[in-house]
Nanobody
Framework: QAQLVESGGGLVQAGGSLRLSCAAS????????MRWYRQSPGKEREWVATITNGGRTNYADSVKGRFTISRDNAKNTVYLQMNSLKPEDTALYYC??????WGQGTQVTVSS
């Protein structure tokens, strides 16, 4: 059974950092393009970052220069390092695998 489990969310002050993890099981992780998305209350889910199976990365303009996506194929895990956090980064963060699997989300709250 394909599954993604996010962790690492929490409450942090503006300017702080968090590292999200997304552990995959039941899929051939190494061949999947992986993405992070986020959703704030009352807003649509928005794309945050992508990492290809070859390690190429791409970011939404709103997080470029502050967030870094990475993957460890040996651990079937994708990460999102978030630095210089802003209150507008507050959201439920989801990871997504190319084959259409979603995690349950991890909450990030940034206080001003």
């Amino acid at each position: 059974q394909a599954q993604l489990v996010e962790s690492g969310g929490g409450l942090v002050q503006a300017g702080g950092s968090l590292r999200l993890s997304c552990a995959a099981s039941g899929i051939i992780f190494s061949i999947n393009v992986m993405r992070w998305y986020r959703q704030s209350p009352g807003k649509e889910r928005e794309w945050v970052a992508t990492i290809t199976n070859g390690g190429r990365t791409n970011y939404a303009d709103s997080v470029k220069g502050r967030f870094t996506i990475s993957r460890d194929n040996a651990k079937n895990t994708v990460y999102l390092q978030m630095n210089s956090l802003k209150p507008e980064d507050t959201a439920l963060y989801y990871c997504n695998a190319q084959i259409g699997v979603w995690g349950q989300g991890t909450q990030v709250t940034v206080s001003s």
